[in-house]
Each structure stands twice: as C-alpha cells, then as structure tokens.
C-alpha cells in the first residue's frame, strides 16, 4: 500500500513524530529558485508577473489585467449562481460570529489610583492575503482571509491569487473576494505574488503584511521577504491525524483522510490506533479505499507517498506523539479518551464528539481554516482577527501614582545602573 505503518510508546513518540514530518522535507533547490523569482519581480515589476503568469501558470494577461477592481468583483458577485452565494453568505457568517467575540475580547481598561491603562486593538492600515488556486478555487479561503481584515477595520485589503485559465474559476474567486471586502485582487500566484505584495511593482502597492496558506514556493517566498514585511506563519500543504480506537467507523476515518489528502501530493495524512483491533480496521479500510482511487489522483500519491499509520501502546503515548507533531487538523474517534482532550496542547485545530469531520472544520465551523502546519501548532493557532491589529497601550499616571512609583521603584532602578531613569521620573514628581 505504500503508507509507513509505525509502533508509539513513551520512549520513541517524539522520535518518530520528527522522522515523519522529516519525510516531507524540501532541497534547497526550492529556496534558489524562490530567490531568482523575487529578484526577477523587483527588477522588472509588472513584466516580471506577467512573464511569470505565461510561464508557470500557463495563462497570458496584458498589464491591465493584472488588477481587478472591488467594481469588477461587484459585478461578478451579482452575476453568480444564487446557491453558490448562498454558501459563500452562509459561511461569511459564521466567520464574523466568531471573529467578532474575538474582537471585542481584546479591548480592556484598567484604573486604580495610580494611572489607568487601556490596550485596545488597531487595524494594520495595509494587508496582502495570499490564496492559492494553481489546480482549483478555494473561494472559502478567499473568505477566511478577507473577513478578519473586515472585522479589524483593515482599510486596505489586497487579494493575491494565481490567475486562472477559466474564466468560470475567476468569476468564483471575484464574487468571494467582493463578499469579503478585498479592495484589490492581484492575479499573481506562488513566489512571484509574495515579491510583488513585498515590494510593489508598477501596478502594486507593497503592503505592511503578508498573510495566508500556500505551497513550499509561498512559504520559501514568505520567510525571504519577512526582514522587510510582517508575515503570519507557516501555512502549507495540509496536514491530517486522526486518532481511532475499536469504536470508531473505520471507513468514515479512511474517507476523512482521503479528504485532506486530495488538497495536494505534499500533504501529510495519518492515522494513531489506540488498538490492535482499530490498526487492523483502518488499513483494511485505507487499502480498499486506495483501490478506488485513479492512479494519478493527488488523494492517491499524498496517502502513499506521505501516509502512515501508528499504534500507540497507551494514551500517554499518544498524547506525546500528538503534541510533538503538531497536526494541522486531529480529529478525534476514541470514545473512551475524548474526556482526556485537555491532554491535548498542540494542534491547528481539533475535532470531537460524536460526529468529527475535518470538512465540516474547513467550511462550516466557523473558526478560521488557514492553520499552522510543521509543527508551528506547537507555538500558535490559526489565522484570526488578532493577525490583523496591533495592540496600542495607553496609559495616564495619576501623580499619587508617580510619587508612588518613586518610592517602591526606587531600588529596583538603581540596581540597573540607570540613574537618569530615577533622575527623570523624581523630576516628573517635583514638576
């Protein structure tokens, strides 16, 4: 079958975590190439993305077409199939309910007598969202990434995406981008489209951020350019682990995984038994299943080539493996742990309950569906509201407050070596 078929204990858990993501490891030849294709948008700008287009995109465009207008994306919109607006609304929702607590949550206003702090959130004025849409459209990551900006009160948001062949696929991708407040779309795709939101071109206004999912390209692109604009995280190919015991449908957890695995061939796809019985089921279900598939289907190559499954001896064996993993999406279908989720502090995003599925996590939820992959769950979350504001402190002393300050601080200062910080704040009280 091709899937790397592993045993976890305590001992090796963390072990074998990093061998897996190891696998999926790139040459440097990626990191070149992504080089010359920034070099090549800063010295030619617009000739650069439009070679480019024709090159690696297979799709011919004059310097006009490079932009579309929020006008354009207007008119795509109300020219779209009722049904498909009506899920693009219906998932726009959701994303504000979730976005909008978010926001509120992060205000806060403190006062006693010595000052009063405030820290309230600030829109970052300018933000390029990156989506990626080589082999298909994701309208729904076009909304993800738009509708936090809209939240944040981003006054300038710009949609960077790969143009497309058919004209069916950009009216799509224009409809969502008006749906989610985009001033800009941008028709650029992979490194080339990171340099230009970077570092602007003719037609491009370079902008402050840079956020959004892509392939190796996109992330190479992204961590070359983030010493001269902010980016948000590491955001790839997608990543799956589903954890199973004796109870769990066996084919519905194949089918979750086949899911995922049809996003791209890099994709890293796997199952944790909690059983002997469970690791037995879901390799009979993933071989059957696999039989089905057409030879070339990215489903097929990313589950053989990056799939594997693993059979924990224990919870805590799992738990370990999980948390040194870090997957993009775990999903959980073990009955007699799902009590045990706090054990659980590194993941994108978990799924649990009765009924689990990592579709209905990336377009029904309502919590953001561009997450952290290679291992960057370890440290953050996924895309949300917060990458897209600064928090601005304000704070107004009292002066009970500043002779206060002199006598409890007094000390502390001195015992750093800075005699002008006391010298400052004991003119400040005398003045």
Known sequence: ?????????????????????????????????????????????????LRLAEELDGVHMSRDELISTRQEAREAFENSPERLVSAMKSLRRRLLRV???????????????????????????SIGCYAPGGSASYPSTVLMMGVPGLVAG?????????????????????????????????????????????????????????????????????????RDVAVDFTAGPTELLVVLDHSAPARQVALEMAAQAEHSPDTLIGALALDQESEAAILESLSDLLKHLPEDSQARVSLQRNGFVCTADSWEAAVRFINNLAPEHLLL???????????????????????????????????????PTDGVASIRGGLSVLDYVKLLTTVRPTRAGLRRALRDMRELIMAEGLPLHLRALEEVVGG
């Open 333 to 371: 279908y073990a009955k007699s742990e799902r009590g045990s989720i706090k054990d659980i502090r590194s993941a994108g995003v978990v799924s649990y309950g009765r009924h689990p599925s990592g579709v209905f996590l990336d377009y029904y939820a309502g919590p953001n569906h561009v997450l």
């Open 99 to 125: 976005e909008k607590r978010l926001y509120r949550r992060l205000s806060l206003k403190i006062v006693d007598g010595a000052c009063s702090v405030e820290i309230r959130p600030v829109a970052i004025e």
């Open 154 to 226: 981003v006054e300038r948001l710009v949609l960077a995406t790969p143009p497309r062949k058919r004209e069916e696929d950009r009216r799509t991708v224009l409809a969502a981008s008006y749906l989610a407040g985009y001033r800009e779309i941008l028709w650029a795709g992979g490194a080339q489209a990171i340099a230009a939101l970077a570092y602007g071109t003719e037609s491009v206004r370079r902008v402050e951020k840079i956020v959004g999912p892509g392939n190796r390209y996109v992330l190479e692109a992204k961590l070359a350019v983030s």
């Open 1 to 49: 079958m091709g899937m790397r078929v592993e045993k976890i204990s305590g001992e090796n858990a963390a072990e074998v975590a990093r061998l897996l993501r190891a696998r999926g490891s790139q040459t440097g030849k990626i990191s070149e190439a992504v080089m010359e294709i920034i070099e090549s948008v800063r010295r030619e700008g617009d000739h650069a993305l």
